[in-house]
């Protein structure tokens, strides 16, 4: 593989245009992770509005609980960054034939999965504490995380098939289903407005 292009310097054309390319970095597990963290930087900029609300009086929302929830959120983005480039790094070693690279072709989506659910729970958990003009950013980044976590899960689900032990395919089977079977996976909160 040649030179990883590094993903969080791309502006976002050149991402799309990377991920467009015939490639095997940027691909699936790239997009799932940047989908987690487009939905942890959005759900910070609801953390700040908040935060600034509250400062206002607009909200009865504390101050310390906003300011909680933008420093997780900054950190999951944070995290889905670095995890969009170690997809690639993933990569690099199956196509060498590193025997470490099967493990982390499943390990590094299931690590953007699991910080898309982490994700999804803390927003579900804010959103009816939240400013109500920002909630349905908030619901948009609640279905952002969805999407994130179901992509990573769907990496991992095929790359399953590079596993030959047989008791490592059965444990990263297991961590596949249970967060699919997370608590997060509801998303509907809000009743529609209509």
């Known amino acids: 593989m040649a030179n990883l292009p590094m993903i969080k ?3 976002v ?16 597990g790239a997009a ?10 959005l759900f910070a900029m609801v953390c700040r509005v908040n935060l600034r609300k509250g400062k206002s009086g607009e909200t009865d929302s504390g101050e310390e609980y906003w300011s909680q929830m933008l420093a997780k959120a900054e950190e999951v983005s944070n995290q889905c960054l670095e995890l969009a480039q170690a997809d690639g ?18 390990e590094v989506p299931l690590r953007i999965a699991s910080w ?3 994700l999804m729970l803390m927003i579900k958990e804010s959103l009816p504490l939240s400013y109500k003009p920002v909630q349905a950013d908030a619901e948009t980044a609640l279905h952002l995380a969805e999407g994130s976590k179901n992509a ?4 991992a689900r095929h790359n399953l098939k590079m596993i030959t032990d047989t008791a490592r395919r059965a444990y990263y ?6 967060l699919m079977g997370s608590a997060a996976n509801k998303t509907h909160l809000i009743d529609d407005p209509v």
């Open 152 to 155: 990573a899960l769907a990496v």
């Open 9 to 11: 310097d791309l502006k």
């Open 13 to 28: 054309a050149d991402y799309l245009a990377e991920l467009a390319a015939d490639s095997l970095f940027p691909s699936a």
């Open 173 to 178: 089977s297991k961590e596949i289903e249970n």
């Open 116 to 118: 898309a659910n982490k």
């Open 89 to 106: 790094l993933a990569y690099r070693l199956v196509v060498e034939g590193d025997p470490q690279g099967p493990d982390q072709a499943i």
């Open 32 to 41: 799932a992770a940047l989908g987690g963290a487009q939905a942890a930087s």
